[in-house]
Nanobody, 117 residues
């Protein structure tokens, strides 16, 4: 199993930046892809960006050129990041870290990102 803990959310003005972090612990050697999803009030949870174990990345069209996903590993942990630049009010949502593991899909608890206009 894998445990995921996100951090880095907050309130920012439009045009600003935030960096989200996610720490994965547990059975990290069987992690495949990892990704960031977001869910705005009354809407479904959508993929923002994901990254494979080989470093290949994929982004939602709405964030291309503004967001960057990356991952690292050290001391028995896997770290997932989402650098978010040029934030817009429509980026406001709860952001979730997710991992596709051989034993299943795991989610973090979510972190709130609010972008004011």
């Amino acid at each position: 199993q894998v445990q995921l803990v996100e951090s880095g959310g907050g309130l920012v003005q439009a045009g600003g930046s935030l960096r989200l972090s996610c720490v994965a612990s547990g059975s990290i050697f069987n992690i495949n892809s990892m990704g960031w999803y977001r869910q705005a009030p009354g809407k479904q949870r959508d993929l923002v960006a994901d990254i494979t174990s080989g470093g290949g990345t994929h982004y939602a069209d709405s964030v291309k050129g503004r967001f960057t996903i990356s991952r690292d590993s050290a001391k028995g942990r896997v770290y997932l990041y989402l650098q978010m630049n040029s934030l817009r009010p429509e980026d406001t949502a709860v952001y979730y870290c997710q991992t596709n593991h051989v034993s299943g899909i795991y989610w973090g608890q979510g972190t709130q990102v609010t972008v004011s206009s």
